[in-house]
């Protein structure tokens, strides 16, 4: 409490004893007509009791105004939020830098002039308040050390976003307001332990944003409530200051992809054709778009009309190109007040075999292009193009096989503890491994079924094959299994059949039973010998002979295991060549299964390349796998993009890294991205592999739809929503807005009442003990 007023609260009771001490005693005369006198008297008393007690009031009001006014008060007309008084307050400063925001109107951009706006709310808040400072495009922040560090970090925001007219190196990954919303209110929630201050402060969230469309999650409403409402008292303010423009004018590139859908990954020789989406916004234009592959010279000019509000598409094709990684950007050469989305950058490749292994005793001699008992497997393999099939012998297997997608393991008869333990090596880092075991006079089950083999094999194998021929003879003119069993999903058309085709490796056998004219499925291969498995080691059973009609009594055809990153499949019948094969099954005969087999088990583990997708939002997380990257070998990594700045071009990975996961804020620039090795390969050894991606602004940010004001305001309250005008101080805007007054000063006020009572006090007491004139 302050000492004037505790004086002026002990100076109230001085008038008390003044009057105390002047009071006066009345005379006592005698008087004939005493009977009157006294009647007359206690009239006197009256009137001048009641006198007293009015000067008594008045003096006593008097000084305790004089005390109060020496105090100098103010008071809030309404709302709790007094920016430019004594009380400190908690501020989160949330900064929209989505794309949208390197609108130029003018000079500035819409991000330049947020954070000006920003720094003025700073200049205007009382001392020692607490601030933080939020920025969208960096989920990260906390409370700052003082307004000089918050005005600090505001400027840094400004210098770091794109100037008018220039286009933008670090815009473009970002989430939206919605989200940073929560780290605002998490910040306010926490802000009484972290202060010095033994008061509660009152809370604002001040946001600062174009309010386009795109950075508002409706969605998110009723989750920001709750954590809102989990904020201890008093609630928070929110200021939602919009910089944005009413009436915008774009034109913008919204998509770039393959055309008529193709895969990202195209076969060699074949042209490639990249439709690209141009709309307008505000206005109808005559665009003209430019497409440069691979950072060449020359590129590529094509004109397009485009209609206010309508989009239009435009094709452009490629030609004879190398097989690898390929990189185009298309840009609009009309420069229009949003840069950002002048831009669009596209990746694909053009195939090149990816590489599977078949480990096997007979690998005959390449060379002569003899490859023993894998030629079939690999001929297979090979026919569609998209892999291309090594075969080794297991004493010549590579020391690193992580440059390869699938590794099979093809009728090796006895494989040892050593050759165990570089494929589990392999599969926990995320190899994918196939087991076909060989015929039962040469194999070894013990080196199957053996500690080493049952760490990563699906079951394990019984001491001899099952051969169809001594299965039981049909009766009353069944179906005779006893030449040949098919897959039970081939043959039935049961439930058991439905949920067994869920699993994606046998989508494709779904896919066939829609058509009537796949030879696959009219006439399906069958194998009539085969190692009976018991599963193990958290291995199932994918696919099922049609042994029985029922599926629990049919025997495993295909099982798998996931070990760590990594996954298993184990065949139960041999796939050699055709003329070593037809003691076991007819799968290498004349039909489709020949191919498709092969092709559906590889598929499934090394992925389709219709999956396989180089183009990304700004912002996402992009996984590279680091087996082809590096050819097998161990080195660290150089990525190159725009906005990534040296000291972040170094990867550094660790000993038994497979994987490379670039991360934002690597990735919040559009641009094309381009990853190598950061050393040259050994003389001898294969080039440095070429991995890369594109990231590019989410269409919506082109649109540039405002978010409705009912829709912020259902989170934020009545008339948070505040939109600037460019020559209006934002401390006038915001003291018309409830909760946001500036304080009403009383110190005036209260010296003027404390005059006014002075003449008052001056003029009753005058009156009141004004001598009477002695009569005549």
Known sequence: MSAILVAGAALVGLPIVLHLIMKQEPKRLPFPAFRFLKQRLKTNQRKLRLRHLI????????????????????????GVIDLSGRQPIAVVLLIDTSPSMSYADGDKTHLEEACRRATELVNELPDGSRIAVIETGDPGGDWLPSASDARTKLNDIAKKGPKAGQQPTSLGGSQSVSASLVH??????????????????????????DRAASSWDASRLDDLKKIREGIPLPTPAHAIIDVGTDKPVNVAILSAEMAENRPQIV??????????????????????????????????????EIHEGQSQTVTFDFRDLKPGLHQVRFELANKDALMADNYRYFSFRVAEARKVLAITDNAGDPATGDFGDAQFWRLAINVNREFGCDVVKPDALPADLSAYEVVTLFSVAKPDADLWAKLQKYVEAGGKLIVVPGADDRLVLDAYNGEAGSKLLPGALKEKPIETAQLPKPKDGGRDRTKGLSWYVITANDAAADNELKHPLLAPIKAWKARPDVDALRNPRRAWKFWQVEPRGGGTVLAHYDNDDKIENCFPALLERNVLKGKVLLLTTKMETLDEQTDWNDYWSA??????????????????????????????????????????????LIITGPGILSPDALIRLSEKQTELRV???????????????????????????????????PPEESTLDKAPVEGIEELTGKDSVIPVGKNVPLSDMLSDRSGFHHPVELFPWLLITVLMLFVVEGLLANRFYRRPKPPV
């Open 55 to 78: 000067l008594l009031a008045l003096r006593m009001l008097l000084i305790a105004l004089f005390s109060l006014a020496l105090y100098q008060p103010s008071v809030l007309s309404t």
């Open 184 to 209: 605002a209110y998490q910040l306010l929630k926490t802000v009484d332990e972290q202060s010095d201050n033994q008061e509660t402060l009152p809370r604002l969230v001040a946001v600062f944003t």
């Open 591 to 636: 039909n489709s299964w020949a191919v498709a087999f092969p092709d559906m088990l590889l598929r499934y583990l090394a992925g389709s390349a219709a999956e396989a997708n180089f183009n990304y939002p700004c912002g996402s997380t992009v996984s590279v796998s680091l087996g082809k990257l590096l050819a097998g070998r161990r080195d660290n």
């Open 267 to 304: 076969p060699a020789n074949q042209p490639i054709a990249v439709m690209i989406s141009v709309a307008a916004v505000g206005l109808d234009a005559r665009a003209v778009v430019t497409a440069t592959l691979d950072d060449n010279e020359k590129s590529t000019r094509k004109e397009i």
């Open 663 to 697: 991360a934002p804020p690597r990735t919040n620039a559009a641009g094309n991205f381009r990853i190598i090795a950061a050393t040259d390969p050994p003389l001898g050894s294969p080039p440095n592999g070429l991995e890369g991606f594109s990231m590019n602004l």
